[in-house]
């Protein structure tokens, strides 16, 4: 149990275009997702906390403006990367919990994101 | 300082070998501790979590110090499919449920 999926697994797509990423949770409900960026040799960096049918906590340094967060169920988180550059390129994965309070988290496979 | 620092490596080391990771945190109101895997261009899995006490899972044995803020894990007999990097991870519920990530310690097992 407790799968996440993600979706697409790798897309490019042109600057200042925008590229949508959902994450989904396929046999449990989610109450909490997490959104994290890895560049390569990297470690994983949170981008934001996403509780469903709230606002995202999004991390220092993440504009929120241009990685917008949708969590309006409790399988399906989406992140949207809005006019995207080449420096958005990067390995995008998220996270699920099932419920409030537990901290084991669930990966979906992760996508990435080439921006040419 | 980092919040969870770990040597990145890389450990090269030779098919049965054994190899010890090492990972510190700064914040001591840490409560819950784990070594992740994670493959070249694949998301981190969930290698082991680290009790108190010490705990082991078959080849893998993870240790904590409370007082020195200090996580260890041990890989005895290493296989080449050991290959990958291990991060050291760290939770603490009074930070929004937020694990925080070592960067990791890169381990090639060669024949």
């Known amino acids: 149990g407790a799968v996440v999926s993600q979706h697409p697994s790798w897309v490019i797509c042109k600057s200042g275009t925008s590229v949508k990423i959902e994450c989904r949770s396929l046999?449990?409900?989610?109450?909490?997702m997490f959104w994290y960026r890895q560049f390569p040799k990297q470690s994983l960096m949170l981008m934001a906390t996403?509780?469903?049918?709230?606002?995202?906590?999004?991390e220092q340094g993440v504009e929120k403006d241009k990685f917008l967060i949708n969590h309006a169920s409790l399988t399906l988180s989406t992140l949207t990367v809005t006019s995207a550059h080449p420096e958005d390129s990067s390995f995008y994965i998220c996270?699920?919990?099932?419920?409030?309070?537990?901290?084991?988290?669930?990966f979906g496979p992760g996508t990435r994101l080439t921006v040419t | 300082r980092k919040e969870v620092e770990q040597d990145p490596g890389p450990f090269n080391v030779p098919e049965g070998a054994t190899v010890a990771f090492n990972c510190t945190y700064s914040?001591?109101?840490?409560?819950?501790f784990f070594w992740y895997r994670q493959d070249c261009r694949k998301e981190p899995k969930l290698l082991m979590s680290?009790?108190?006490?010490?705990n082991e899972d078959g080849r893998f044995t993870a240790q904590l110090n409370r007082a020195s803020q200090y996580i260890s894990l041990l890989i005895r007999d290493s296989k080449l499919s050991d290959s990958a990097t291990y991060l050291c991870?760290?939770?603490?519920?009074?930070?929004?449920?937020?694990?925080?990530w070592g960067l990791g310690t890169s381990l090639a097992v060669n024949p």
């Open positions: 046999d449990f409900q989610a109450t909490t």
């Open positions: 991870v760290v939770y603490n519920a009074g930070n929004n449920r937020k694990l925080i």
């Open positions: 996403s509780n469903e049918g709230s606002k995202a906590t999004y």
């Open positions: 680290v009790y108190s006490s010490g």
């Open positions: 914040n001591s109101a840490s409560q819950s």
């Open positions: 996270s699920a919990t099932r419920l409030a309070g537990l901290y084991e988290q669930y």
